[in-house]
């Protein structure tokens, strides 16, 4: 193979088993985590086929769309989502799938627990039943989520049927300034390519300002390459990704490690590989981002305005602005920062780790949460809310008058108590702010961790510099 | 799955862009065991109100979409969550084809699992199309697979491009684990192989 090859190319490449005449692949896949909202009709289909799991050893599940923020020890209300848990917890024990339940400490949002447990690593093809599996690319993998008829063949064959998405590369040079996070890197970018802007492409980000992010910063950034209609997004595994997985417990070990880093050293694109799309931007001009509208594409400096539909020549985008600035019952023209909120969640797979928690606690610390508004911290797994309990960042948030939760999905799509009525309005720092993601009528601004702790202290939308200037 | 030949139906139209898979069926919908039975919750919350009466307006609502088996939609429809959930909604509510300009990626893929056919034409022959919907009653929309064709009530034939093999399955009804599942020995060989160049992917785990 003597042409110039990026990241994905090389990942693709590796597991293909078969390709048809047509170009359809075969791909064999590495890892396959379970939830268990998209699961039951796939094992329930394998029962019905008198089918085994192919690779039980590759499969992890855990339950955490349904799952109650609030003390768990007496079980789960909702019957169907009761139903839901224990369909998940009994299809484990049969099918002999590793299961982290809801009392284990390990159990969290799906996407968070992968990294953490090291189950997710470089130069694997990772798929789940869930869009932001794509957050596993932000070790070098090649992760896209999958629908449950796809779940049940990964279940049943260890393979998909793919055809091989196209490249597209988002460089992002430079420094982001002071209050600038990788959430705010990522909804510029999607602000900038669109909802579509990635459609057919698995994206690669490059460039110094995602080189310098941490592992957590990786993945809030290709957690969200979802919402620009990407198949996947990736980064390059370098020695900060290494050292994040090393020890982990599902990592390997002593000489197999060797073995692994020595060729997850040869997976950055090759010199001279070529993408069909480039983006790039300059980190420098990026200032804290919040969506005003019904789409994660509705990304603007917290310094704008709500667009005017009178300025908009195009009659269908105007109507279609219009019908966001109803729903979300704001005013074209008037500026973000006076846009009051009454909900605040700190949650997601996009934003739930402890440096996302830390940063958080930076902005309440000795502050108090405006009166009239209800906000909530969910940490991303138990062993999350473990580790800022020790760094005693949960009196940090009580004390301020933030609610101190268990880890799970939560507020970002509101399939447990967890939601907005309608009307409500929320700074969230989760990845979707269509229309009712958090509940009938619910309206969703998405923020940076940081954005949302100075939102729930102003109660309104807020530039976060001005909190943390001298 | 269902074949999937030859049908003729009014259309509906559904011209928004960028209509996501959280609009075409809630999450608190997604809490169902079962493939089936979601028809009814369809774009739950644009098509009822909140004490679940029907929303004189909303398109499905209407005669003689309420009987519609083809969708023609705006750009980028079903994008946003993976939920299969989606097409199983629209299948079970009825739809068996929709016809638009771009696809969300997921829902493409999920779609076609459901023996749901998916059509990408150029925007011009789309608002065509979404006209004809439009017009109702006196507008029934033919979509013949094996052929590849289109034929409008007055007659004009649009033809469309569809994936080999997704439309093979589709014809025939045909079931992808079965067939992945023939193919065994390949899985297999490719283990083997793969276990010998990496073989920390292969070793149980912590």
């Known amino acids: 193979m003597a042409r110039a090859r990026t990241l994905f190319d090389k990942i693709w490449d590796s597991h293909v088993v078969e390709t048809q005449e047509d170009g359809t692949c075969l791909i064999y896949i590495d890892r396959h985590l379970v939830h268990e909202v998209t699961s039951p009709q796939a094992f329930e289909g394998l029962r019905v086929a008198g089918r085994k799991v192919r690779r039980p050893d590759a499969t992890l599940a855990v339950a955490d769309h349904n799952v109650p923020t609030t003390d768990r020890s007496a079980g789960i209300d909702d019957e169907e989502s009761r139903i839901q848990v224990e369909t998940l917890e009994k299809n484990c024990a049969d099918f002999d799938v590793q299961y982290f339940g809801m009392n284990d400490v390990r159990q969290g949002i799906v996407h968070v627990i992968g990294p953490e447990q090291g189950m997710t690593q470089p130069g694997m093809t990772i798929v ?15 992760a896209f989520g999958i629908g449950t008829s796809e779940v049940e063949h990964v279940l049943a064959t260890q393979t998909l049927i793919q055809r091989p998405a196209k490249n597209m590369r988002i460089t992002v040079e430079g420094t982001p300034p002071p209050g600038v996070t990788a ?21 690669e980000y490059a460039g110094q300002a995602i080189r310098d992010l941490s592992m957590e910063g990786r993945m809030t950034i290709c957690n969200m390459s979802i919402e620009a209609g990407a198949r996947a997004g990736l980064i390059a595994p370098d020695e900060k990704t290494f050292e994040y997985l090393k020890g982990r417990p599902f990592a390997p070990k002593g000489a197999a490690w060797e073995q692994a880093v020595a060729y997850w050293k040869t997976l950055p694109s090759d010199e001279g590989a070529v993408y069909d799309t480039e983006v790039v931007l300059n980190a420098e001009e990026i200032v804290p981002y919040v969506t005003w509208g019904t789409s994660p594409e509705d990304a603007l400096p917290i310094t704008g305005f709500v667009p005017d539909p009178a300025q908009e020549p195009d009659e269908n985008r105007r109507e279609a602005l ?9 005013r074209g023209g008037m500026p973000l920062s006076e846009i009051k909120v009454d909900t605040v969640f700190i949650g997601s797979c996009t934003n739930s780790r402890i440096e996302d928690l830390r940063a958080a606690a930076e902005i309440a610390r000795g502050r108090r949460v405006a009166d009239h508004v209800r906000a909530l911290v969910v940490p991303g797994s138990g062993l999350i809310k473990h580790q800022a309990e020790e760094e005693g960042l949960d009196r940090i948030f009580s004390e301020a008058g933030f609610e101190w939760r268990e880890a799970g999905c939560s507020m970002c799509l509101a399939m447990n108590a967890d939601k907005l009525r309608p009307g409500e309005r929320s700074a969230s720092t989760s990845n979707r702010n269509f229309e009712g ?23 309104h939308l807020t530039d976060v510099r001005e909190l943390v200037k001298g | ?38 028809g009814k919750h369809l774009f739950n919350d644009v098509r009822y109100n909140e004490d679940g009466s029907e929303r004189p307006d909303f398109i499905l609502n209407k005669e003689p979409y309420r009987n519609a088996q083809i969708l023609v939609v705006g750009e980028n429809f079903g994008c946003g969550s993976s939920r299969e959930h989606a097409p199983w909604a629209l299948t079970d509510f009825g739809i068996r084809c929709v016809i638009g300009t771009t696809f969300a990626d997921i829902f493409y893929n999920n779609s076609f699992k459901n023996g749901l056919l998916l059509i990408k034409l150029d925007k011009e022959q789309v608002a065509k199309l979404m006209e004809d919907a439009r017009n109702g009653h006196n507008a029934r929309i033919t979509v013949n697979l094996e052929k590849q064709e289109i034929t409008r009530p007055d007659g004009e034939v649009i033809p469309f491009e569809v994936d080999p093999f997704r439309k ?15 193919k065994e020995k390949g899985i297999g060989s490719f283990e083997e192989r793969d276990r010998a160049s990496h073989p920390w992917l292969y070793s149980a785990a912590s």
């Open chain 1, 183 to 203: 959430k705010d890197l990522i909804l510029a970018i999607i602000g900038k390519i669109g909802t579509a802007g990635g459609t057919g492409h698995v994206i």
């Open chain 1, 322 to 330: 219009q019908r966001a600035i109803d729903y979300m019952g704001l």
């Open chain 2, 168 to 182: 093979h399955c589709l014809l025939e009804g045909l079931d992808d684990i079965g067939l992945t599942l023939k």
């Open chain 1, 128 to 142: 789940c039943g869930d869009s932001h599996t794509s957050t596993h690319g932000a070790f070098g993998a090649l």
């Open chain 2, 1 to 38: 799955m269902e074949k999937f030949r030859e049908i003729t139906s009014v259309a509906a139209p559904v011209p928004a862009s960028n209509v996501d898979t959280d609009r075409i069926i809630p999450a608190r919908f997604l809490k169902t065991i079962k493939r089936t039975g979601l």
């Open chain 1, 437 to 459: 993601r958090q509940g009938p009528g619910g309206r969703t601004h998405l923020v940076s961790p940081a954005m949302a702790a100075a939102a729930a202290i102003t109660g």
